[in-house]
């Protein structure tokens, strides 16, 4: 099995993209944060807990994180992202944070799109805990990806079995 990241000496070595052409690049993921029926209606009411707006901070933080995913991923390229938008839903207890991301280029934005809830997740913890002790950080998953040679992916669709 050949190994995209890893030359024929086993050294790290990042992917040469350099001859794919540049498309329009999408993924969506999500991240579902468990913060308890207290907080849980505080955010529903007010986006925020003492700290200040979770919902707000989460946000703008997911977008710095999904910019920045190239300086903390190994062998991720940084990629001229056109936009992110990151999403926060109530479920009962569960804030459920979606984030799109979109750019034109050579590779895929999912490391983008998944970095994003993951920061975006930390924040509503880091912003919560002071309120509700046991916050759990769930599922974070790609949703989607769209663009180049694998062409469009949904995790609605049943695994094909590639390695």
């Known amino acids: 099995m050949d190994l995209s990241h890893i030359d024929d000496q086993g050294r ?16 969506t ?11 849980a209606r505080q955010l529903a009411e ?21 910019k920045r995913t190239h300086e903390l991923i190994p062998m991720c390229h940084p990629l ?3 936009a992110v938008a990151i999403s926060a839903e109530m479920q009962g207890d569960v804030v459920t944070l979606t984030a799109s991301v979109s750019c034109h280029a050579r590779t895929g934005v999912e490391m983008e799109a998944m970095t994003a809830v993951a920061v975006a997740a930390l924040t509503v913890y880091d912003m919560c805990k002071s309120a509700q002790k046991g916050i759990r950080i769930e599922r974070i998953r790609l949703l989607s990806k769209s663009g180049g040679r694998s062409g469009r992916w949904s995790a609605d669709e049943p695994p094909t079995g590639e390695a």
């Open 12 to 27: 790290a070595r990042m992917v040469d993209v350099s001859g794919k052409p540049v498309t329009e690049r999408t993924a």
């Open 29 to 39: 993921a999500e991240a579902l944060v468990v913060v308890g029926p207290a907080v």
């Open 46 to 66: 007010t986006g925020g807990v003492a700290k200040g707006n979770a919902i707000e901070t989460a946000r703008i933080a997911g977008i710095m994180a999904a």
């Open 80 to 82: 001229p992202i056109d």
